[in-house]
Antibody, heavy 120, light 107 residues
Framework: EVQLVESGGGLVQPGESLKLSCVASGFPFSSYSMNWVRQAPGKGLEWVSYISSGSSTIYYADSVEGRFTISRDNAKNSLYLQMNSLRAEDTAVYYC?????????????WGQGTLVTVSS | DIQMTQSPSTLSASVGDRVTITCRAS??????LAWYQQKPGKAPNLLIY???SLESGVPSRFSGSGSGTEFTLTISSLQPDDSATYYC?????????FGRGTKVEIK
């Protein structure tokens, strides 16, 4: 069974940093591209970042470019999101999402999400 | 970025009704469109990819169609378990975008 478990969320002040983690199991993690997708409270879904299976290709949404860094450790079956210079508008549930093998951006497996709250 | 516009934003229908949700893209996305279902407090669940391909395990009452800029998700016979918010997502570019969602309520 595919499992994705996020951690690292919490309450931080504007300008601070936070690092999210996602541990994968039940599938060959190193063979799949991964993404972070977020959802602000009561709002819709927003793609945040993409990383290819071997980390050679990385993309970011304009809203986080230059502040967030996606990475992965295939030996540890883990995906990360380093978030710097956090803003109130970054407040959201952050999901790690696995591509279903269709394109890199079609997500057939999701974690349960971790809540990041940016507030003073 | 490509803008995705869903309509309606909310709909209320009875069990057994045929329900259609529309998603329009601000430019052609060929057939690179997916549909997700999300229930409160849960992660989204993939229903349809590549406009009309049904994800494994998804009930056959869900179907998708369309190409270019206009797409539809149809639920052929609405069931109580289908009460949820539905999102379309384009993945024609390396910056995928979602629609704002359609909340489906059961009368």
């Amino acid at each position: 069974e595919v499992q994705l478990v996020e951690s690292g969320g919490g309450l931080v002040q504007p300008g601070e940093s936070l690092k999210l983690s996602c541990v994968a199991s039940g599938f060959p993690f190193s063979s799949y591209s991964m993404n972070w997708v977020r959802q602000a409270p009561g709002k819709g879904l927003e793609w945040v970042s993409y990383i290819s299976s071997g980390s050679s290709t990385i993309y970011y949404a304009d809203s986080v470019e230059g502040r967030f860094t996606i990475s992965r450790d295939n030996a540890k079956n883990s995906l990360y999101l380093q978030m710097n210079s956090l803003r109130a508008e970054d407040t959201a549930v952050y999901y790690c999402a696995r591509d279903g093998g269709y394109s890199g951006y079609v997500y057939n497996s999701w974690g349960q999400g971790t809540l990041v709250t940016v507030s003073s | 970025d490509i803008q995705m516009t869903q309509s309606p934003s909310t709909l209320s229908a009875s069990v057994g009704d045929r329900v259609t949700i529309t998603c329009r893209a601000s430019q052609s996305i060929r057939r690179w469109l997916a549909w997700y279902q999300q229930k409160p407090g849960k992660a989204p669940n993939l229903l349809i990819y590549e406009s009309s391909s049904l994800e494994s395990g998804v009930p056959s009452r869900f179907s998708g169609s369309g190409s270019g800029t206009e797409f539809t998700l149809t639920i052929s016979s609405l069931q109580p378990d289908d009460s949820a918010t539905y999102y379309c997502q384009q993945y024609d570019t390396t910056s995928p975008t979602f629609g704002r969602g359609t909340k489906v309520e059961i009368k």
